[in-house]
């Protein structure tokens, strides 16, 4: 099961995700899940500004991002956020949100 955490401040602003695991949705290769969760967090990443990440992985099976604290990127991650939120919710048993 693919498993991300959304990291938000107290105030509820967030600044960072954290993806783990794999779908196993369907074999290696053939995987859609994976395939789609995997094109939203590296395009998404893309999308992000250089000068606003902290800190950054994307890997094999794990993916995170820390924005620094004054940046202009978090209504990107507030958007790869509802796009994996809609992958949830066609396929709850292959990823979960918290």
Do not use: W
Request: with cysteine; hydrophobic share 35%.
């Amino acid at each position: 099961m693919v498993q991300v955490k959304v990291l938000t401040t107290k105030s509820g602003n967030l600044y960072g995700l954290e993806v783990k695991g794999h779908a196993d949705y369907d074999k290696h290769g053939q995987d859609l899940v994976c395939a789609g969760v995997s094109s939203i967090i590296t395009g998404g990443f893309n999308a992000l500004n250089k000068d606003d990440i902290e800190e950054v992985t994307l890997e094999e099976g794990y993916a995170k991002v820390i924005l620094k604290e004054n940046n202009t990127s978090s209504e990107v991650l507030r958007v790869i956020e509802i796009q994996l939120r809609t992958i949830e919710e066609s396929y709850p048993k292959f990823i979960t949100i918290k």
